[in-house]
Structure formats: structure tokens, C-alpha cells
């Protein structure tokens, strides 16, 4: 079968420019946060808008939870460790959500998640074409980075991403397994991403000024 590739940005330069447009968005709070916390955590769409507050562990920066097997590919537990920014934006918007068992309920209904079409609609909002990027494509912008640029070894930015792993003796993926070092790449990761994210905000200021 032919295999379609989700649209992404995987160029620095380029991802810097999306988070420094995030940070501006200025749609509904709640899609705000939660495209704000999606390049950092990077899983999949449907699991961020059904991420759930039980399955939240802030004191120990780490999300677990299960996906369903059609959804996942792997059907098993996956741990997400927590930077500091993450941990950081989860607080701040404890207050607005909290009455609802989803972290990212609809704007509608408490009682549903945010509609799979939020982050897209929102990413369009800001002028980003499907051709360009889409909510998946954060997962290829983090993986194509963090392996490329920041030099992490592709076993553990895999096993970080929940896809299917198998090491040397044909073991399946182990859930727990480079735990310490993924919870140093996740925060390595959503340091990188302030940096570059404010080194294009200067660069745009100094543009600006020059200008004028």
C-alpha cells in the first residue's frame, strides 16, 4: 500500500517560526494550551485530545495511559515524562479544566474531548496550509530534530514515540525501558524548542528595527 506522509515541518528554522505562532494564537484558551504542550509531547492527536487528568502524575512529571490497540499500533501502555514546561502549562490550566475528566475538553461540552479537527482548524487559523503542516506532523518535526540536529540515538526517540520496537533479540517494546534517558531527552527537547523559539523572536525584533 502506498504510504502517506503526515505534513510537517522539519527544518529549525521553519519549527521555530510555528512555535513563535503559537505562542501567539489567540483562539479559544483551552486549543491555546493545547497546542502549546503538542510539540513538546509529541503523541498522537487523538491521544493528546483524549489525554484524561487521572492518567496525570504532575508531582512525578509523567503521563501514563493506554490507548485502544486500533488507535496506538501497539495497544499497550505508554509513558510520556513531563518537562518542566509542560508540567508548568498542565498548572495552569488545571483551573479552567479540572471539571471535566479530559484535560482537553470541547469548547461545547465538558463531557466530550476537543473536536479531532481543533488543532487543524487552529493551525489554519494561523496560515499554515494541510501541505505545510498538521497536527500529526508534529511527531515527524520532533523525531527528524531530535535525531538530526540534537543527535538522540532513533531507538529511544522511537520508543518515545510508542511505535513498535524490537531489540536485537526480536523483544517487543518495552514500555518502561530508557526511562531516565527519555525523561532527559523530553526535557532536552522542550529546552531546545525556547531556544529556538525565542532566538526567532529576536531575530524577527532586530529585522523590525531595521526596517524602521
Known amino acids: 500500500p502506498k504510504v502517506t506522509h503526515m505534513a510537517a515541518l522539519v527544518a529549525p528554522k521553519e519549527f521555530a517560526m510555528l512555535l513563535q505562532d503559537i505562542e501567539h494564537y489567540e483562539g479559544s484558551v483551552i486549543t491555546r494550551y493545547a497546542l502549546r504542550i503538542a510539540p513538546l509531547v509529541f503523541v498522537r492527536p487523538g491521544e493528546l485530545r483524549h489525554a484524561q487528568w487521572k492518567d496525570i502524575d504532575l508531582e512525578h512529571a509523567l503521563w501514563s495511559y493506554t490507548p ?24 495552569d490550566l488545571q483551573p479552567i479544566t479540572r471539571c471535566s475528566e479530559f484535560v482537553f ?17 487552529a493551525l489554519r487559523r494561523m496560515g499554515y496550509t494541510s501541505e505545510q503542516v498538521c497536527g500529526h506532523g508534529f511527531r515527524a ?34 514500555r518502561t525501558k530508557h526511562l531516565d534517558k527519555r525523561r532527559k531527552m523530553m526535557q532536552h527537547w522542550s529546552d531546545y524548542c525556547d531556544e529556538i523559539k525565542n532566538n526567532y523572536s529576536k531575530s524577527r525584533e532586530v529585522k523590525s528595527r531595521e526596517i524602521m
Do not use: C, F, W
Not at 105 to 121: C, F, V
Open 68 to 91: 485502544p490497540k486500533t488507535k496506538s499500533k501497539t495497544g499497550v501502555q505508554h509513558i510520556v515524562p513531563l518537562s518542566k514546561q509542560v508540567v508548568e502549562a498542565l498548572i
Open 141 to 174: 518535526s520532533a523525531r527528524t530534530i531530535l535525531e538530526e540536529v540534537l543527535g538522540y540515538p532513533i531507538e529511544i526517540i522511537e520508543q518515545q514515540l510508542a511505535h513498535k520496537v524490537k531489540d536485537m533479540h526480536g523483544r517487543a517494546y518495552n
Open 105 to 121: 475538553p470541547a469548547i461545547t461540552t465538558q463531557l466530550k474531548p476537543m473536536s479531532e479537527n481543533t488543532i487543524n482548524q
